[in-house]
Every structure is written in structure tokens, then in C-alpha cells.
């Protein structure tokens, strides 16, 4: 061990660690959950010091924002081991960060000579503007990255089951029960839509996040920071990572509100909601392949149970809804969090960040592999499919027009009693002449273009 001082007196700092006493602290005081900041938010930051150190133009530049690439790329992820559940700025990881990169700009390390944490590394800044900036520059890239490829890859591979499926005609179903004949493939293009209109909705709340608390320091004033500051910082992260990003139009709200956050958490809700029910749909579709619907064949690829030999359940399906029901959690947090701030500052910025950045990647990873692993490999069972639509009684909606609903519904009635098709009732009663009834027992025809 080795010691340090800070304002508060001497700590014992293990002798291989990069961080400080103010780190020291933070692991000590905050043994909360074992969660750390996600990577993703540790890359961002050090992203946001080393554009800072750019800006400031001060001696140290140079060997600053090398350590901070450093850190981005991954090297010295262990060295970061704050909670979340941690001082609601976020104070605790911006020291962290500071005394990291600081100790790896110095020959010997816990001297803070010649690059000290605060005078250094953490000029111009507060944790009240760079924390919420790096949660931003964050999300932001995680959003426009990882998540718009996977779901663009999901919404590739339902609409190519549409393509397949469009000639595969079978009973829709509305409160779960029979309706109007629908095609296979157009139920998997609503699916395809559904999840482009839901990145659509992210994408538009999203651009709340070009905008960078960066330049506003403690309270929004800027107090220690020089002008154009935030704009010139918010100009680097923006030219280096290729995302908008631009200074705050108004730095007490950028510091004092994390509505951001809040909308983006909405918006990642509404899209785990849709994938769950695209994901429930097609269980459902699969299920059996005896006592269920078995219209569609989900890939093997497991064991599905430890009693029963030959079972196989839709694995990625269910992945999928559990998915959902944890971003459904997260939001709720972040949505709590939000509500919580007080005047100038929301004191409850790693939580958001940590539960938002958490919600992204799973929604990243699970639209990724239900694609891959699911979708691409789903089967039709044409079976399945034409013989309950051939029996059904659905298909005598068509028959309102022409027989008038009362004598269609009996007509109903007494197939279903004498498990009789309602096409070939009513032929035989008269009712329908046979090219009548094939002409108006066009199935294909009922579903529309």
C-alpha cells in the first residue's frame, strides 16, 4: 500500500492502482451492488477529458490525451471500480478518471507531479457539467451505433420472412380468436415496421443528446471556464467521433434537468414493448408441435428441458421478453431519477446513465441474436395454415353482403355444430351455387393486395 493526502486527510492506496485517495474513498464508502460505470461510459469520458485537454491548450496536452485514448480503447479498465450507487454528481468517477489519467502522465505514481488531477486534468470542468456530458456523448454513440445496425438487421430479416411468406395464407386472429383471413408474410412485414417505426421514435429523442452540458462547470454559470470553452469541446467530441454534438442553447437547464435521458428511456421502453410482442407473436405461431399452433418452425437450438427428452423451446423468444421486462425496469428508475433533481443540479446522474447505457446494449444484443439466431431460420408450416382456415367459419364475413348477417351467422352456427366447413353448408343447402362459392371463398383475395 502506499499513501496519499487529500483534503481530508492520508489514505492507503493499494501500490499497483492508477486511481487515488479520492478513488480510495469512493470504494470504501460506496460497497453498494458491484456495479461499475459501463464501459461505455468510462470510454466517453475519457473521450470528454482528452477533447477538454485539447481545448485548454495547457502544457500537459499532449500526455493527457494520450492517457485518455488509452483509457478509451479499454487498457485500464480494472481501474475504474466505483459503484454506481455512488455521489449523485457523479463526483466519485470524475475523480476516478482524473486520478487515472494523472497517475499514468507521471513518472511515479500518487506524486501528481507534474499533471495533477484537479489542476490539470480537470481544468475548466466540474463533474456537474462533464459527467452529464459524458452520459450524452455515451448514449449517443451507442444509440446511433450498435443499436441502429442491429435493429436494421432485424427489420432486414422480417421483412425477407414477408417476401417468403406472402403467399401463405392463414386465419388472423383479434382478442386471440379466429377473424378475416391474413398472409403469413403480411403479418411479418407489420412486425418489419413495427420495429423501424420504433427505432424512428429513438432516433428523433435521441438528438436531444447532441447537445453538451460541457462549458456550464458547476452551476451553468461557467464560472472557471473561459469562453467558448463548451462550444470548442463540443466541436472536438464532434469532429473525433462523427456524431452532432454541439454546446447546450441553455446551460442550467443542460446542467439542472436530465429530461434527455428521460425521453430517450421512453423512447428504448416503447421499443423493447414492440419486440416482445413480435417476439410473443411468433412463440405462439410455434408453439407445439402437437397441442399448439405450429404454423411456424423455430430453430433448435438447445435442449429444452432436463425431464423431457426431445423437447425444444423458443429459446430466443423468450430472451427477448425477458429483455423487455429489465428496459421496462430501467426506465422506471430513470424516469424516478429524473424527477429527482433539485434546482441546479439532478444529483442522481450515475444511476441514469448506468440503467440507460444497460437498457441500450440489451436491446442492441437481443435484437442482434434474435435475428440471427431466430428469424432467419423460421419455417412455414403450410399445413398448419390452410387446414383450420379451410374449416374455420371465418371466412362467411364475406357472406354478410350477400345472405344478410342473420342468415349468415346460423349458417355459422350449424357448420361449427356439425363440423362442417361453411363454404360447402352452404353450397348444399342452396344458399350458394358452387361458382358463387368459390368465388367468393377466395382466400387469397380476402387478405387484399
Known amino acids: 500500500m502506499r499513501v496519499e493526502k487529500d483534503s481530508l486527510g492520508e489514505v492507503r492506496v493499494p501500490d499497483g492502482a492508477f486511481y487515488g485517495a479520492q478513488t480510495q474513498r469512493a470504494i470504501e464508502n460506496f460497497p453498494v451492488s458491484g456495479r461499475r460505470m459501463p464501459r461505455a461510459f468510462i470510454a466517453a469520458l475519457a473521450q470528454v477529458k482528452g477533447a477538454c485537454a485539447e481545448a485548454n491548450a495547457g502544457p500537459h496536452r499532449e500526455s493527457i490525451q494520450e492517457a485518455c485514448e488509452r483509457i478509451a480503447a479499454g487498457a485500464f479498465d480494472d481501474q475504474f471500480p466505483v459503484d454506481v450507487f455512488q455521489t ?7 475523480m476516478n478518471m482524473n486520478e487515472v489519467i494523472a497517475n499514468l502522465c507521471n513518472p511515479e505514481a500518487g506524486t501528481y507531479a507534474p499533471v495533477h488531477p484537479n489542476d490539470h486534468v480537470n481544468q475548466s470542468q466540474s463533474s456537474n457539467d462533464v459527467i452529464p456530458t459524458a452520459a450524452h456523448v455515451a448514449a449517443l454513440a451507442e444509440i446511433r451505433g450498435g443499436l441502429k445496425a442491429a435493429l436494421d438487421r432485424l427489420a432486414s430479416a422480417l421483412q425477407a420472412k414477408a417476401k417468403e411468406f406472402d403467399a401463405l395464407v392463414k386465419i388472423g386472429r383479434t382478442h386471440l380468436m379466429d377473424a378475416v383471413p391474413v398472409r403469413l408474410g403480411q403479418e411479418f412485414g407489420g412486425y418489419a415496421a413495427q420495429v423501424r417505426k420504433a427505432w424512428e421514435h429513438v ?23 473561459p469562453r467558448g470553452f463548451g462550444c470548442k469541446v463540443a466541436d472536438l467530441l464532434a469532429r473525433r467521433l462523427g456524431l452532432p454534438f454541439r454546446e447546450a442553447r441553455n446551460h442550467f437547464e443542460a446542467q439542472g434537468a436530465r429530461d434527455d435521458l428521460v425521453r430517450v428511456s421512453g423512447a428504448l421502453r416503447a421499443l423493447a414493448v414492440a419486440l416482445a ?15 399448439g399452433l405450429a404454423e411456424l418452425r423455430i430453430p433448435d437450438l438447445q435442449p429444452g428441458s432436463s425431464i423431457m427428452p426431445g423437447k425444444v423451446n423458443p429459446v430466443m423468444c423468450e430472451m427477448v421478453v425477458q429483455v423487455a421486462a429489465q428496459v421496462v425496469g430501467n426506465d422506471a428508475a430513470v424516469a424516478t431519477a429524473g424527477a429527482g433533481g433539485h434546482f441546479e443540479l439532478n444529483a442522481m446522474i450515475p444511476v441514469m446513465a448506468a440503467n440507460l447505457l444497460d437498457s441500450i446494449a440489451l436491446l442492441t444484443n437481443a435484437a442482434r441474436l434474435f435475428a440471427e439466431r431466430c428469424v432467419d431460420g423460421l419455417r412455414a408450416n403450410p399445413a398448419a395454415l390452410a387446414v383450420p382456415l379451410e374449416k374455420s367459419p371465418i371466412a362467411a364475413t364475406v357472406l354478410g353482403p350477400v345472405l344478410g348477417y342473420d342468415k349468415a351467422s346460423d349458417l355459422v352456427k350449424d357448420a361449427l355444430a356439425q363440423n362442417r366447413s361453411v363454404k360447402a353448408l352452404a353450397v348444399e343447402r342452396g344458399l350458394l351455387s358452387q361458382a358463387d362459392a368459390d368465388r367468393l371463398f377466395n382466400f387469397r383475395e380476402m387478405t387484399g393486395q
Do not use: Q, Y
Open 203 to 225: 432516433d428523433a429523442t435521441s438528438k436531444g443528446l447532441e447537445e453538451l452540458a460541457i462549458g456550464g462547470t458547476a452551476t451553468g454559470t461557467g464560472l472557471n471556464a
Open 88 to 94: 449523485g454528481s457523479g463526483t466519485s468517477t470524475n
Open 277 to 291: 410482442k413480435i417476439a410473443n407473436d411468433v412463440r405462439l405461431m410455434g408453439s407445439g408441435p402437437f397441442g
